[in-house]
């Protein structure tokens, strides 16, 4: 069972930005399956919450099973509601150490 909720939605979404497609997770920390570049129109098969990316942990699941960051994206109009309760796995990343 995956620690990422989900919740199905059906509709399409424009990259804002060239972005990665992710396998396996929506965490930054999952392999690059792909490359999609600024203006790809893309569907969307789910909402998922997973890594927060710039303080955003919502990602959508597209239709080859991969995983792209909602923040590289239009918003799906109206977005899914999470359940009150959702946990977000927060992770720090130290990239220098002084």
Not at 11 to 38: I, W
Request: charged content about 20%; glycine content about 8%.
């Amino acid at each position: 069972m995956s620690p990422f909720i989900e919740l199905p939605v059906s509709a399409s979404v424009k990259t804002l930005m060239g972005v990665y497609t992710r396998k396996e997770s929506p965490s930054v920390y999952s392999p690059v399956a792909g490359e999609l570049p600024e203006g790809s129109l893309v569907r969307i098969q789910a909402a998922v919450l997973g890594d927060a990316v710039q303080g955003n942990p919502h990602w959508y699941r597209i239709d080859d099973g991969t995983f792209i960051w909602a923040g590289a994206c239009t918003r799906v109009e109206p977005y899914p509601a999470f359940p009150p309760v959702t946990r977000v796995n927060w992770k720090a990343v130290v990239f220098e150490v002084r």
